[in-house]
């Protein structure tokens, strides 16, 4: 199978999955109130320029420095630079999508941790995360405006990405790579204060 063909199933279904899930769903219980036009901003900004996006550019920048992909960069800092500016320039792309679509629905681009349950739900929990989104009137819907944001900026920088990655193939794989990225993002949110406790004392964070 081509990667497109492997990465499209997901692309289909996945929404198809959540929309049931979330029919069967009432209200997410977390205490927070829907998300503002600053707080919108704020998620954004974080989202793109934070301490994980700036240190998760520098560990995919650097794979893909020491792998020579694409080879149009070069082994070399220079092309270190040019992956690290391509990941941002995409992140920052995505991230003004979703959050300003949603913001036409009352979509929340914001995790929230399923605080207290068992670790398997909670690991259940961040995957399904991943293509639910909260909504302001408390329910849990399909996250369209991530999905039109991961296809939209994955396709539209084809426009200016390098020869050998900039067709459908490769934006389908950035599309999927996108997802898992987010997946991992969520449980990452998920666990880490629960580590940040267990090693410094410090008070988990509640949702």
């Given at each position: 199978m081509t990667r497109l063909s492997l990465t499209f199933p997901l692309l289909i279904v996945a929404p198809l999955v959540c929309a049931d899930f979330a029919q069967s769903q009432t209200t997410f219980a977390v205490n927070d109130a829907p998300i503002s036009a600053e707080g919108r901003l704020k998620w954004a900004t974080v989202s793109t320029v934070g301490p994980a996006s700036l240190t998760g550019g520098l560990f995919?920048?650097?794979?893909?420095?020491?792998?020579?992909?694409?080879?149009?960069?070069?082994?070399?800092?220079?092309?270190?630079?040019k992956r690290y500016g391509m990941r941002l320039t995409g992140v920052a792309t995505h991230n003004i999508i979703e959050a300003g679509l949603g913001a036409a629905w009352?979509?929340?681009?914001?995790?929230?941790?399923?605080?207290?349950?068992?670790v398997g739900s909670r690991i259940g929990h961040a995957i399904k995360m991943t293509f639910l989104a909260r909504y302001n009137d408390g329910g849990l819907r399909p996250a369209y405006a991530r999905f039109v944001a991961n296809a939209g900026n994955n396709f539209l920088s084809n426009s200016w990405r390098v020869h050998s990655e900039a067709d459908a193939s490769h934006a389908s794989v950035r599309i999927l790579e996108g997802f898992l990225g987010r997946m991992t993002s969520n449980l990452f949110q998920e666990f880490f204060p629960d580590l940040k406790r267990r090693l410094f004392g410090k008070k988990s964070d509640q949702p």
């Amino acid at each position: 199978m081509t990667r497109l063909s492997l990465t499209f199933p997901l692309l289909i279904v996945a929404p198809l999955v959540c929309a049931d899930f979330a029919q069967s769903q009432t209200t997410f219980a977390v205490n927070d109130a829907p998300i503002s036009a600053e707080g919108r901003l704020k998620w954004a900004t974080v989202s793109t320029v934070g301490p994980a996006s700036l240190t998760g550019g520098l560990f995919s920048s650097g794979l893909g420095t020491a792998l020579n992909l694409p080879s149009e960069y070069g082994p070399h800092w220079e092309g270190f630079g040019k992956r690290y500016g391509m990941r941002l320039t995409g992140v920052a792309t995505h991230n003004i999508i979703e959050a300003g679509l949603g913001a036409a629905w009352g979509e929340d681009p914001r995790y929230f941790r399923a605080f207290g349950q068992p670790v398997g739900s909670r690991i259940g929990h961040a995957i399904k995360m991943t293509f639910l989104a909260r909504y302001n009137d408390g329910g849990l819907r399909p996250a369209y405006a991530r999905f039109v944001a991961n296809a939209g900026n994955n396709f539209l920088s084809n426009s200016w990405r390098v020869h050998s990655e900039a067709d459908a193939s490769h934006a389908s794989v950035r599309i999927l790579e996108g997802f898992l990225g987010r997946m991992t993002s969520n449980l990452f949110q998920e666990f880490f204060p629960d580590l940040k406790r267990r090693l410094f004392g410090k008070k988990s964070d509640q949702p």
